[in-house]
């Protein structure tokens, strides 16, 4: 593991309340290139891997749509992906498995009453990157995935709908959901932040809302990379900051609104989340 002092030093301070663009994460990326050691362009792999995940389900539903920049490959390399993955060659040792597994069996699911492509992808992805030899990095994809499980939960039960039709996935904190009826679902005492996500839920703004679980993620980040602020996490701390504010850049008080009803309209699992809240 590298420590990048130079590359941390000399990038902007940012917040998650700033208005202007410090950089892009494709800016960064581009300065971390030449810095960064082999190993740890490894670990920055799963950050733009979701980009990848986002990108085969577009081609698949569509063979002409957009692609999202900052992936880990080609357009060339997802049809490879995609041809391969049809033909029963996985190709393990240049993609991801799950990606090619997803590829593969989706002629099959795609007309599935309960197949939701993104979200499908989303869940693979997760425990793909829950698995990150890093260990700060591996626990920030876990602590994504029990928020959203933990959130999706609460306004399930808020809704008066049943939890265990919207939870997907399986660890710790989806067994404990499924099956306790509490109102902290008997979480708080092992996981601290379970007080705080059960006010955001309560937050009657769908805007503020919003801001709140990223400030919740922001704080997150802060705290585990406070004593470490130029290593690698410090790295992926700061490529994660930079993608909550190209997101919200996008977002208008409206399309913020509008974001948060399709959550409660399309609720389907952990990983049931609207475009808008994964696209960078």
Same mark, same amino acid.
């Given at each position: ?9 000399? !990038?902007?301070?940012?917040? %998650? ?5 410090? $950089? ?10 030449? !810095?960064?050691? &082999?190993? &740890? ?7 733009? %891997? ?11 539903? +569509? ?16 049809? &490879? ?9 996985? +190709? !393990? ?36 990157? $829950?698995?990150?030899? +890093? ?10 995935? +029990? ?130 809240? !994964?696209?960078?």
């Amino acid at each position: 593991m590298g420590n990048y002092y130079c590359l941390m030093a000399g !990038v902007p301070d940012i917040s %998650l309340n700033d208005t202007k663009k410090a $950089m892009t994460v494709a800016e960064l990326r581009e300065e971390c290139e030449s !810095v960064l050691s &082999d190993s &740890d362009k490894k670990l920055l792999f799963y950050f733009f %891997l979701k980009y990848d995940c986002q990108n085969i389900v577009r081609l698949l539903k +569509n063979p002409d749509a957009t692609l999202l920049p900052n992936g880990n490959y080609t357009a060339e390399q997802y049809q &490879d992906l995609i041809t391969s993955a049809r033909e029963m060659n996985f +190709n !393990v040792h240049r993609y991801p498995s799950f990606m090619s597994i997803y590829a593969r069996e989706f002629a099959y699911n795609k007309d599935k009453a309960d197949f939701f492509p993104e979200d499908a992808m989303m869940l693979e992805y997760y425990k793909y990157a $829950m698995d990150c030899p +890093n260990k700060m990095i591996a626990d920030w994809y876990e602590f994504n995935f +029990n928020v959203t499980n933990i959130l999706t939960a609460m306004i399930a039960r808020k809704n008066g709908w049943n939890v265990g039709d919207y939870i997907q996935g399986d660890n710790e904190v989806t067994e404990i959901i499924r099956t306790n009826n509490t109102k902290d679902f008997s979480l708080s005492a092992e996981y601290d932040y379970v007080a705080d996500l059960m006010k955001v839920v309560d937050e009657t703004d769908p805007v503020m809302k919003e801001k709140k679980i990223d400030a919740f993620k922001w704080a997150w980040l802060d705290e585990r990379t406070f004593f470490d602020i130029f290593s690698i996490e410090a790295v992926f701390a700061y490529f994660s900051k930079l993608e909550m504010l190209e997101r919200w850049e996008h977002l208008d008080v409206e399309e913020g609104k509008e974001t948060f009803k399709q959550i409660i309209e399309n609720l389907r699992g952990e990983a049931k989340v609207p475009e808008e809240f !994964v696209r960078k």
